[in-house]
């Protein structure tokens, strides 16, 4: 990559901007280092999706202004669903740059587990964030984009579980993008230490019709030793907005990461979640949904790494395209040698809904281990008419007949999603966007 | 209401250009069951999937009505509204779509907006009937036919015949492939039905079911026509006799239509 780009901000605007936020040192100069890192480093190269004409790195402002939420009461309309009044103890909501509202149960406090936003983080708790912070899940120079992000770090949220903590409730955060010309350059970590376990579900919401905004999001998500993180993320970005979404997970012995992705932008999208199993025995679990409508081009790569020995990777995604947008799933196991009676398991489904919808799924094993199982199923097709036919011939007219096939079809996604309404809301989008 | 009438009127139908079809008369009323035999090949299958409206078969002549309406102008799902019902061979499985939520949906697709069967209802309506046929009540919540047994299929798909309740019923070789055990329920579902509101149509090769369920007619199937019908002692001799005696009484030396149908 040649191309000629010209960066929005430079060396000093970053410092500047860092200073003001009282951030400390290590992250000022890991701005200024991947800025500058930036200007050479390559994109990333998504398999089958050309995106050196994609924009993802014009934009004119770093920071929008945007008020708080003095209570939930003030949320917008299209957010309060979201929301389970009753067992939404643990919320983060912010809105397109700022940290709007937050709130995290005394109960967990107690226990000592952190849960804010990333200005605070850096501010509060610069010491543990820096042993996170893009250090062994996603690394700043792993591509432009991700140096970028680095770079451009404006909003994101820090959720620290420690040692033998155990939280029931789901932890929850809303990242809402109201304001057409804001860029989030958003970074989540959840860490689990030993023994620990905890449910994150997060929502990227744009209640504007359409927007040119950039989004470049890199959650990182390690588990220690027998730790169990179920990570659910329901994006629903707007059309226009071009997105990159990094999200990496690190699992330690015996830990466990499972992914429930709902991801149902309406903009061109590179998504790249990569589950590295680590430790001996962990276990790696990667779930998603994608709907493509309009003339959107997305393109979903999921990898499961074993490192480890008697590790388990599965990886099911299930797309559903339309009109003439385009999904693009690649699957990719990868077992490293000494990864002995480890299991990578892989299936990708494609669903078109019309002549001009293009999907393509491509399923990759690359094993360097004799003594492991592996297996793969991918399938790019159209609607059984004969399913369709079935569900007539039962008096259901077509339409419904459809709806009910494309539900079912998702439905292996949908139905694991931690929280009640938030799954509510990823039925509610899937309906309006295969309509 | 006295029951209602299916009339199929000289039809020939056609799949991907071949007639197999070929001129079929066949009237079936409410409160009758009718019972179709022949061997393979012969165009039961197509008469079915023809009066239900499957997009692979094309009707080139003929008519089939119900109750005087015509039916080859109605879409499948319409047809099934009307009061047509098919017990499929090959009954589809769809992920996703639990049986339950499936059944409501094609019950509630009879029923007017703002009027659809209760929860509670629609509940124990189902559990009701799965008891009668001796299903495992989870297979409610399982997915349409996902990973059932071909007994199970075949169960399944008499338990939406019970909680449809249409007028005229196809049941497609309903008896294939089931044990003596799943045999009996499904014959006891059917018998169930049984009312002057209820027509049913089995389509079979095998004279065993007809132990359990006595037809009011039989007809035989051969080259796409109905070439003999009778009462139930036609069943019998076909059991006894096999099919040789019609050929030969016919002059027919190959039955088939040249398709597997």
Not at chain 1, 270 to 289: C, M, P, R
Not at chain 1, 399 to 415: T, Y
Request: glycine share 8%.
């Amino acid at each position: 990559m040649t191309t000629e780009m010209k960066l929005p901000f430079d060396q000093e605007y970053i410092t500047s901007f860092s200073k003001e936020m009282g951030e400390p040192e290590w992250l000022t100069e890991l701005r200024v280092q991947s800025l500058e890192k930036a200007d050479t480093l390559p994109m990333p190269r998504p398999d089958k999706t050309k995106i050196n004409k994609w924009n993802f790195t014009h934009f004119n402002k770093l920071i929008v202004k945007s008020d708080e939420f003095k209570s939930l009461e003030e949320l917008p309309e299209a957010v309060k669903p979201l929301i389970d009044a009753d067992h939404s103890n643990s919320v983060y909501i912010q809105r397109n740059n700022k940290p709007a509202y937050l709130k995290l149960s005394a109960e967990l406090q107690e226990k000592g587990v952190i849960f804010t936003d990333m200005y605070t983080a850096s501010r509060m708790h610069g010491d543990l964030l820096k042993k996170y912070f893009m250090q062994s899940a996603v690394k700043a120079d792993e591509n432009k984009l991700t140096a970028l992000h680095a770079a451009f770090l404006n909003g994101g949220a820090f959720l620290y579980v420690p040692k033998n903590v155990t939280i029931e409730e789901p932890i929850q955060a809303i990242f809402l993008h109201d304001d057409a010309e804001a860029n989030l350059f958003n970074h989540v970590i959840v860490a689990a230490e030993d023994n620990s376990s905890v449910v994150y579900v997060e929502n990227y919401i744009s209640t504007v019709d359409s927007a040119d905004s950039k989004v470049n999001i890199v959650s990182e998500v390690i588990a220690g030793a027998n730790a169990r993180i179920q990570y659910g993320a329901v994006d629903t970005l707007a059309k226009g907005v071009t997105a990159y979404v990094n999200r990496k997970g690190l699992a330690g012995r015996d830990a466990q990461i499972e992914w429930a992705l709902g991801q149902m932008n309406d903009g061109n999208t590179i998504s790249e979640n990569v589950t590295l199993l680590q430790g001996d025995g962990s276990y790696g679990d990667a779930k998603t949904v994608v709907v493509g409508r309009g003339d959107q081009v997305q393109n979903f790569t999921t990898k499961i790494i074993h490192h480890g020995k008697n590790s388990e990777g599965f990886i099911l995604k299930h797309g559903v395209v339309k009109e003439s947008a385009t999904v693009i799933f690649n699957g990719i196991g990868k077992i490293e040698q000494g990864a002995s009676k480890s299991n990578a398991e892989q299936e990708s489904r494609v669903l078109m809904l019309s002549e001009k919808a293009r999907g393509d799924a491509n399923p990759i094993l690359l094993i360097d281990e004799d003594d492991v199982t592996a297996g793969h199923a991918a399938s790019v097709g159209r609607v059984d008419p004969g399913q369709l036919y079935y569900l007539m011939s039962r008096g259901i007219p077509q339409a419904e007949a459809e709806r009910l096939v494309i539900h079912g079809f998702l439905a292996p996604v949908v139905n694991v999603l931690p929280i009640e309404g938030v799954k509510k809301q990823l039925v509610e989008v899937i309906e309006r966007k295969v309509k | 209401m006295a029951g209602s009438v299916l009339t199929i009127k000289d039809l020939h139908v056609e799949i991907e250009g071949k007639e197999i079809l070929k001129g079929v008369n066949l009237e079936v009323k409410g409160g009758e069951i009718h019972a179709i035999m022949g061997p393979n090949g012969t165009g039961k299958s197509t008469l079915s999937s023809a009066v239900m409206g499957h997009p692979k078969y094309k009707v080139t002549q003929g008519t089939i009505t119900l109750d005087g309406e015509d039916v080859l102008e109605m879409e499948v799902d319409e047809r099934a509204r009307a009061g047509l019902f098919l017990g499929m061979q090959y009954p589809s499985e769809i992920s996703g779509v639990t049986n339950a939520d499936f059944l409501r949906s094609a019950i509630n697709s009879r029923r007017e907006e703002g009027k659809e069967i209760s929860l509670m209802k629609f509940i124990r309506k189902m559990d009701s009937q799965m008891e009668f046929l001796e299903m495992d009540l989870d297979m409610a919540q399982r997915y349409l036919n996902e990973g059932f047994s071909g007994g199970e299929k075949k169960r399944n798909e008499i338990l939406q015949l019970m909680m449809i309740e249409p007028k005229i019923a196809i049941l497609d070789e309903i008896d294939s492939g089931l044990d003596i055990d799943a045999l009996k329920v499904v014959s006891k579902g059917i018998n169930e039905m049984r009312s002057e509101d209820f027509g049913c149509l089995i389509i079979t090769h095998y004279q065993r079911l007809l132990n359990y369920i006595t037809p009011d007619h039989v007809h035989v199937m051969m080259q796409g026509r109905v070439v003999k019908s009778g009462g139930p002692e036609l069943a019998q001799r076909l059991e006894t006799e096999g099919y040789d005696w019609i050929k030969q009484e016919l002059g027919i030396e190959d039955e088939t239509v040249g398709l597997e149908a």
